[in-house]
């Protein structure tokens, strides 16, 4: 059975920072691109990060871009979420993902088959 756990989520204030991880069981990292993706409430689940497994090559939504950076530790079959300069429109509950996408789907959730229950980052102005 496979289960993606996060956690390091909480409250934070604007400029702060978090490092959000996400341990695997049931599949290996080194075998899986992996990505977390943000729900604000009352919003639709949308990307912000992700990393493929075979080139190493990093994905970031625009709005992230040079505040939070993926990362693996394939010893601990984890995957963390770095943020940085942290504002309030970054509130949301945070989901780590494990899949196989093509280029054209890693930035959607239909190119990944694993789901973490997620956790809350919240941003106080």
């Known amino acids: 059975q496979v289960q993606l756990v996060e956690s390091g989520g909480g409250l934070v204030q604007a400029g702060g920072s978090l490092r959000l991880s996400c341990t695997a069981s049931g599949i290996t990292f080194g075998d899986y691109s992996a990505a977390w993706f943000r729900q604000a409430s009352g919003k639709e689940r949308e990307f912000v990060a992700a990393?493929?497994?075979?080139?190493?090559?990093?994905y970031y939504e625009d709005s992230v871009k040079g505040r939070f950076s993926i990362s693996r530790d394939t010893a601990l079959n984890t995957v963390y979420l770095e943020m940085n300069s942290l504002n309030p429109d970054d509130t949301a509950v945070y989901y780590c993902a494990a899949g196989r996408p093509i280029t054209s789907t890693i930035k959607t959730m239909r190119g990944y088959t694993y789901w973490g229950r997620g956790t809350q980052v919240t941003v106080s102005s």
């Open positions: 990393r493929r497994f075979a080139t190493r090559t990093t």
